[in-house]
């Protein structure tokens, strides 16, 4: 019987074998001795051909069993090393396509790895980007407020020398008031107004009071002469300045406003690429943590390949070494069997001729021979050599022929047995008198 997934086991072990070849050859060693040694009457040796003609179909029903055996152990070795070969191509095919496949996740982490980087720099660019655009628009600002504010005191100047100036017409005493007002007008205005304005403003602003006529006591109001103004044209050079300073304003305040939107929008535009960017990294890295793991997951498998493989090969080397020994085994055994079965037919051929007991049916059965034939033939038999000698003649013959140890060595004992006195020697007397 076969275990489950092994081979099948033979039905005898090497020792079995030998005792049953040992006992067998005994048995042909016991049946030509009680030949010899069996009352002449009572033909006890056809009893001993059936023995040895039973033992020969026992040995040909255990060869055809031991052949079945075979034959399904044969099949085994064969489905195995299909079997196994399979696994082992498998292996390497696996193996093959996860060495690729490690080596596709190594490089995709690399790329992965080179993008995090590129968007990681981005975002610092980004930041430094927000840092300095805010900076800037800081700055942007408090220039703004401040020449808003410059431009707004001059406006605010200019308006109030306008002003003295206007009144200035029926009041001499708003004339100073007119010429300090110019006078911080001009100082505010800068390089706004032309060289052609600053040099009119500033004969305004440096032209002495007009003294008035004094005339009796107690009668100064009366005899105040109105004073003669004559700088119509400082005025409207104010006003023109007013309106520049004001232009000026206005378009301060329209770029300051502009400026702002633009920041706004920079910043926005900003803050989504930057969005964006931590999302792509975000990506990556989910991307990069799954290559990492699938890498792993490959890796893994890899090695369990790997082990299979190597214990695939072991396998399959260790089935072909068991094959092959039982093979050899087999064919020795074959021998063996053979063998057995040609010793136990020449025994029966030798003991069939020596005592003339018919072992197998005739062919073409026929008339027996004549008295006078057989008893001639017994006479010329006799004369040549004893019954015992004969037997030890044929046995010798057929084991130098069939180079059989065993007969050979059943020849030498029964030679043995055959010189020696003993309680048998009345009975071998009377076979060797047939």
């Known amino acids: 019987r076969s275990s489950a997934g092994g081979p099948p086991v033979l039905h005898r072990s090497r020792c079995a074998r030998h005792c049953a070849l040992t006992m067998a050859r005994r048995f042909s060693l016991c049946a030509a001795a009680a030949l010899l040694l069996a009352p002449a009457g009572a033909h006890p040796i056809e009893k001993v051909i059936g023995l040895l003609q039973k033992l020969g179909d026992q040995v040909e029903t255990e060869h055809k069993a031991e052949e079945v055996t075979y034959t399904k152990f044969e099949r085994w070795c064969t489905n195995s090393r299909k079997t196994v070969g399979k696994a082992i191509e498998e292996g390497k095919a696996n193996v093959e396509r996860l060495g690729s496949e490690i080596e596709a996740h190594t490089k995709n982490?690399?790329?992965?790895?080179?993008?995090?980087?590129?968007?990681?720099?981005?975002?610092?660019?980004?930041?430094?980007?927000?840092?300095?655009?805010?900076?800037?628009?800081?700055?942007?600002?408090?220039?703004?407020?401040?020449?808003?504010?410059?431009?707004?005191?001059?406006?605010?100047?200019?308006?109030?020398?306008?002003?003295?100036?206007?009144?200035?017409?029926?009041?001499?005493?708003?004339?100073?008031?007119?010429?300090?007002?110019?006078?911080?007008?001009?100082?505010?205005?800068?390089?706004?107004?032309?060289?052609?304005?600053?040099?009119?403003?500033?004969?305004?602003?440096?032209?002495?009071?007009?003294?008035?006529?004094?005339?009796?006591?107690?009668?100064?109001?009366?005899?105040?002469?109105?004073?003669?103004?004559?700088?119509?044209?400082?005025?409207?050079?104010?006003?023109?300045?007013?309106?520049?300073?004001?232009?000026?304003?206005?378009?301060?305040?329209?770029?300051?406003?502009?400026?702002?939107?633009?920041?706004?929008?920079?910043?926005?535009?900003?803050?989504?690429?930057?969005?964006?960017?931590?999302?792509?990294?975000?990506?990556?890295?989910?991307?990069?943590?799954?290559?990492?793991?699938?890498?792993?997951?490959?890796?893994?498998?890899?090695?369990?390949?790997?082990?299979?493989?190597?214990?695939?090969?072991?396998?399959?080397?260790?089935?072909e070494k068991s094959c092959d020994m039982k093979k050899a085994e087999w064919a020795e055994r074959s021998e063996t069997r053979k063998s057995e079965q040609e010793a136990i037919a020449a025994a029966v051929k030798i003991l069939s001729e020596v005592t003339g007991v018919r072992h197998t049916k005739p062919e073409n059965p026929g008339l027996p021979p004549s008295p006078v034939e057989a008893e001639t033939g017994l006479i010329q038999q006799a004369s040549d050599a004893t019954p015992a000698q004969r037997a030890l003649n044929l046995l010798r013959n057929e084991a130098q022929q069939k180079h059989s140890k065993v007969l050979d060595r059943l020849a030498d004992a029964l030679a043995a047995r055959t010189g020696k006195k003993g309680p048998y020697d009345d009975i071998i007397n009377m076979i060797q008198k047939m």
Do not use: C, W
């Open 109 to 319: 982490i690399e790329v992965l790895e080179a993008g995090i980087k590129e968007h990681e720099e981005k975002l610092q660019e980004l930041e430094g980007t927000a840092t300095k655009s805010k900076e800037q628009r800081e700055d942007g600002k408090a220039l703004y407020e401040e020449e808003s504010e410059g431009l707004k005191a001059t406006i605010k100047a200019v308006d109030e020398a306008i002003t003295a100036l206007s009144e200035a017409h029926s009041k001499t005493d708003s004339f100073l008031f007119a010429q300090q007002r110019t006078r911080t007008a001009l100082a505010l205005a800068g390089s706004m107004a032309t060289p052609q304005q600053m040099a009119m403003l500033q004969k305004f602003v440096e032209e002495p009071k007009p003294r008035p006529e004094l005339k009796a006591k107690g009668d100064y109001e009366g005899h105040v002469d109105e004073y003669s103004f004559k700088s119509g044209s400082v005025i409207d050079l104010l006003k023109e300045l007013k309106l520049k300073f004001e232009d000026e304003l206005t378009a301060a305040n329209t770029a300051e406003t502009n400026a702002l939107n633009a920041y706004d929008l920079e910043e926005q535009a900003r803050e989504d690429l930057k969005k964006a960017t931590e999302d792509a990294k975000k990506e990556k890295e989910v991307a990069k943590g799954d290559a990492e793991a699938a890498k792993a997951t490959a890796e893994g498998d890899l090695q369990n390949s790997r082990d299979d493989l190597t214990a695939d090969t072991t396998s399959l080397e260790e089935t």
